[in-house]
């Protein structure tokens, strides 16, 4: 349990993004993949996953199509839109900045007065 | 409005939303299971496991269900949620905005629901857009508005353009009967009255429309008032009687409360009794063509017509008249007929006003905004780390920006309420500053309409200041931002100059304001100091009415001789009074200032020697006065003599005219012992040559703005003036001496009544309500404009100050002195302050043109008042400067640095 990092709010989107980046994938297969890409460290919550592709559908960031899946099981497929993969992309460079600065703000060494 | 479509469609396509949502969990679920089955657990385990894992479906169903359809909804009160946290936890600054706010919009408001009740309601009678004002004109002899002949009244009504026509007369009338005789406001009118203005009593009923009586029908209605009143309130009061001026009347109705008469002043439209009649009998003339008595006249045009349809019809009624009566209507004259959309003449020059006014006090909401707009800039400044990390954690522009927006209209709507609630509570107050010679056709409420209107502007207010921080946020740098601590001050470039900018227009729109408020306090200034003719000081009037009964036989004040003896015995009782020095008596026309149209007794001049037939004469205007008069007025005599006890019905008839009308008609200066051709006072139809005995000086009767148009005197002893006003001047006391003039006069006649007493002070002061109203206003609205300015100007100099800390520290580390820095502060805020200025003088030359009408003896553009107000301006923004620019010079260089 213990090398499982806790989600952050807000970076659930990014995940799923990410993840839906390397190819349409239903929603099952989403969180899979976000284990799998994250090294098995982060965790979603199964349903939780929902709400979040829901809203990214609404905001036209993911597009949807009905398919089979693997073992041919009737499934929904989540695939990114032009405005997703730029959202991606932005997000991506938001991250880093604050992971930057954060980092840098936490390394930074007590002064001398 | 899309937003409601697409939710509507969202609804119906719900359940095949649903119908695939159930699918898709359910598919997941049995996707993890079928995994967990691979990896060795029962069917049956696996299908719990798998549901365990899960979670509940229906929240994620509910959670999902909430970003289809309730989004904007949603986040709206979430967004509310959070602003009210901000709110409380900085209590300043919301308290100064929503205060700003509340001012702004609550003084809005107020003036909107005077324009509500007033312009924008259409006048409270049947079809109010088919009702007219019909007015002759003599344009060949300068005449205009001379009032209507019975058998024009006829040819009217008959002309198949109206489907109702009624005159209108009337005045005051005494009503007895009761322990003490009362003086009520009446009007005259034709039974068709109420029928052409679609109202109905609320007791009893109106008059027949077609009724044909000549005269009086000895039918009234009389006011809910005067019911309440006089007669309690007595359900039984039908078919009872009362005597008006030795009359006996029937009351047949009661008029709503609410019922006001579509006449311009605030007496006519209190009206408290209406009697109806044909105006072809006695007490009224004959019906003669070109006796036009009737001075007021409405109509009600047939459906369909409209107003420059029934005009044109009505311009060939007159052409086709004035052929088939060449004598009465003499080409020269010119006379013509106007209609006017009733609720034109009765609104009056109103509108104008009410415009003004609204523009100031829009003014007044603008800075406001502005000024909130800044302080809303400056804490976006504050709250930059915020946002940034707010940005960082997944918040999109959008979504900021529509937060700092709920949060701006969520402010303007608190401050509308707020103002709403001032607006309530101070509600009596308010509406005693609004004159009464305001016609209200409707009574002034917080209505609906005002509600919704305060709602709006609050939308629209909140939208214009929440623009510009809405707007900066637009591109915060994030790892900047974050990287700062504790100085908040960045991308302060663009926020600074927007906030100078802001400043820049906040002082341009309140100098407009100051400007026209400056305007019009000189424009009333000088009328103050106008020299109305007369002496105003330790004089009052007090009004008292001969009646005058239907039957002329029954008169006992018929005749000039009749007459005579009441108003010596009046005289020479008021001069007994202790303290009164002077008394004199005349008719109402001979109050200055205190008169409405129906009491100016127009008469045609006709001079001896060049005789102009009646209608083509120019008009000029009479009073009647008691010897006495001029001297009590202190109006000097100036050629000629005044009047003497001995000019009375058994001398020859004299007048004495005004140096106006002697210079207009006799600009040779011989009008002493010209005669001049006058109807006969008691004897219809007779005329005779009146002698010009005496000039006197010119008095400002109309109105302290209007020069004095020609008029003349009668000797009260040679007329027999009805509508008495006895004057009295020395040391009286204003609260008993109407009383005291009362027990003498009704010991010589109990059946008059003794009323309205008013010095000539009250008089004047009065005459200027409605420019009163309009400089208290404008003037109000400008002090808060400029308090403000004032403001806005303080805030954006300390952030400056703030911006600069470190660098005024280097300086006066390096040695600079405080008076410099000072110096520097002070010079930054001059410049915003000029710049705001001159801005605001360019527009105020272009506005001060559409002002013209509002002012008196002041040119538009006043030098004296631009320069002046100019010059206020600067130093207030000086003096809003000072402090922060002292806190300036107070910073410790060494705390300064450190910081840096």
Redesign the interface.
């Known amino acids: 349990m213990n090398d499982e990092a806790e989600l ?4 659930l ?2 995940l799923i993004l990410k993840a839906v980046s390397l190819g349409p994938l ?3 297969a989403v969180l899979s993949r976000i284990e799998q890409i994250s090294g098995r460290t982060l965790f979603v ?4 996953l ?2 979040a592709l ?2 990214l559908v ?1 905001q036209g960031l993911l597009k949807t199509e009905w398919g089979k ?1 693997e ?1 041919n ?4 497929f989540y695939e990114l839109t032009a405005a997703g993969r730029k959202r991606l992309r932005e ?1 991506t460079d ?2 880093n ?2 992971v ?3 980092t ?2 936490l390394s930074a060494k007590p002064q001398q007065a | 409005m899309a937003y409601l479509k697409s939710l509507r469609a969202r609804f119906l396509r719900r359940t095949q939303t649903e119908l ?2 159930e ?3 359910q ?2 679920i ?3 299971a ?1 995994e967990l089955q691979r990896i060795g657990l029962t069917q049956k385990e696996a299908q719990r496991r798998a549901r365990l ?5 229906e ?2 169903k509910e ?2 269900r ?3 359809a309730g ?1 904007l909804i949603d986040t709206l009160v979430q967004d509310t949620r959070f602003s009210l946290r901000m709110f409380r936890k900085s209590p300043g600054f919301t308290a100064v905005v929503v205060l700003t706010m509340a001012l702004g919009i609550g003084a809005t408001t107020a003036v909107f629901s005077v324009i509500d009740a007033t312009l924008l309601h259409s006048l409270p009678y049947r079809h109010p857009n088919q009702l007219v004002q019909i007015v002759d004109d003599l344009p060949g002899v300068g005449a205009r508005d001379v009032g209507i002949s019975v058998p024009e009244w006829n040819d009217l009504q008959n002309s198949g353009i109206f489907e109702y026509v009624s005159p209108i007369g009337g005045g005051d009338v005494n009503l007895t009967g009761s322990s003490q005789p009362a003086r009520i406001a009446f009007l005259n009118v034709p039974p068709n009255y109420f029928a052409l203005l679609g109202v109905q009593p609320e007791l009893g009923h109106s008059f027949n429309p077609e009724d044909k009586t000549p005269g009086f029908t000895l039918e009234v209605l009389i006011s809910d008032g005067l019911w309440r009143r006089a007669f309690g309130a007595d359900a039984q009061i039908l078919g009872k009687s009362l005597r008006l001026d030795n009359d006996l009347y029937r009351i047949i109705g009661v008029m709503p409360p609410n019922f006001h008469d579509p006449l311009r002043t605030a007496r006519q439209r209190n009206t408290e009794l209406w009697a109806a009649s044909g105006f072809s009998a006695p007490p009224a003339p004959d019906p003669v063509r070109n006796l036009r008595f009737l001075t007021e006249a409405i109509g009600r045009l047939k459906t369909g017509l409209t107003i420059a349809e029934a005009q044109s019809r009505l311009d060939a009624l007159v052409a086709a008249l004035q052929k088939q009566f060449p004598a009465d209507y003499p080409a020269k004259s010119r006379w013509a007929i106007r209609l006017i959309p009733l609720k034109d003449s009765v609104l009056g020059n109103v509108h104008d006003s009410l415009i003004f006014l609204f523009g100031a006090v829009g003014l007044v909401l603008l800075i406001g905004c502005v000024n909130v707009a800044n302080l809303l800039l400056a804490r976006a400044n504050a709250r930059a780390r915020e946002m940034a990390i707010r ?5 999109s522009r959008r979504r900021l920006a529509q937060q700092l927006l709920t949060e701006s209209v969520l402010l303007s709507l608190i401050g509308g309420t707020a103002g709403l609630v001032i607006l309530f509570g101070a509600k009596d107050f308010l509406l005693r500053l609004v004159p009464e010679s305001l016609p209200q056709l409707n009574a002034i409420s917080i209505s609906w309409s005002v509600l919704l209107f305060a709602f709006l502007v609050s939308l629209l207010a909140g939208g214009i200041f929440g623009l510009a921080p809405a707007l900066q946020g637009r591109r915060p740098n ?2 900047s931002m ?2 700062l601590e504790g100085r908040g001050s960045t991308s302060s470039k663009e926020q600074g100059r927007t906030r100078r900018l802001l400043v820049i227009s906040e002082f341009a729109l309140s100098l407009i304001l100051m400007i026209s408020a400056g305007l019009l306090l000189r424009s009333f200034y000088d009328l103050l100091n106008v020299r109305p003719g007369f002496e105003p000081h330790h004089t009052i009037a007090v009004r008292t009415w001969l009646p005058v009964p239907n039957d002329p036989k029954t008169d006992i004040y018929g005749s000039p001789a009749q007459e005579a003896p009441l108003l010596r015995e009046i005289l020479r009782r008021a001069k007994t009074f202790a303290g009164i020095d002077e008394a004199a008596v005349g008719n109402v026309a001979a109050v200055p200032l205190a008169h409405d149209r129906n009491n100016l007794n127009p008469f045609p001049l006709i001079v001896e020697g060049h005789e102009t037939p009646r209608d083509q004469a120019p008009v000029v205007y009479s009073s009647v006065v008691t010897p006495e008069y001029f001297h009590l007025m202190q109006i000097p005599l100036l050629r000629g003599r005044s009047f003497a006890d001995s000019d009375d019905d058994q001398a020859p008839p004299v007048v004495t005219i005004n140096e106006e009308m002697a210079k207009t008609f006799w600009p040779d200066g011989n009008s002493i012992g010209q005669r001049i051709k006058l109807p006969v006072a008691g004897v219809p139809g007779a005329f005779a040559w009146n002698t010009i005995i005496g000039v006197v000086a010119n008095v400002r009767t109309e109105s302290l703005a209007q020069a004095s148009a020609p008029q003349f005197y009668f000797s009260a002893y040679q007329r027999r003036p009805r509508d008495l006003a006895i004057f009295l001047r020395g040391r009286f006391d204003r609260a008993t001496i109407e009383a005291k003039l009362r027990e003498q006069v009704q010991s010589i006649d109990r059946e008059l009544p003794v009323f309205g007493a008013q010095t000539l002070d009250d008089a004047v002061s009065e005459s200027l309500t409605q420019r009163r109203f309009s400089m208290e206003m404008v003037g109000l609205f400008a002090l808060i404009a400029l308090l403000l300015a004032a403001i806005g100007i303080y805030g954006v100099i300390s952030y400056i100050v703030s911006e600069r800390t470190h660098e005024f520290g280097i300086r006066l580390a390096l040695g600079a002195e405080r008076k410099n820095i000072l110096r520097i502060v002070l010079r930054s805020g001059l410049r915003l302050a000029i710049a705001g200025a001159a801005i605001g003088l360019v527009v105020a030359v272009a506005v001060s043109r559409f002002m013209a009408t509002f002012l008196f003896g002041v040119p538009a553009i006043d030098l004296l008042t631009f320069t002046g107000v100019t010059l206020l301006f600067i130093t207030v923004a000086l003096v809003a400067c000072y402090l922060p620019a002292l806190r300036a010079t107070k910073v410790d260089p060494i705390v300064a640095l450190r910081d840096l």
């Open positions: 952050l709010p807000g970076t989107d990014l239903h929603g099952y919550e199964q349903g939780a929902y709400p829901f809203r609404r899946s073992n099981r009737r499934a929904k997000e938001g991250w900045r604050l930057a600065a954060i840098s703000a | 695939e949502l699918d898709e969990l598919s997941h049995q996707m993890r079928g894992e899960f979670g509940s479906p929240r994620f959670e999902c909430e970003t289809i989004n940005r960082a954690l997944g918040g994030l790892a974050l990287k």
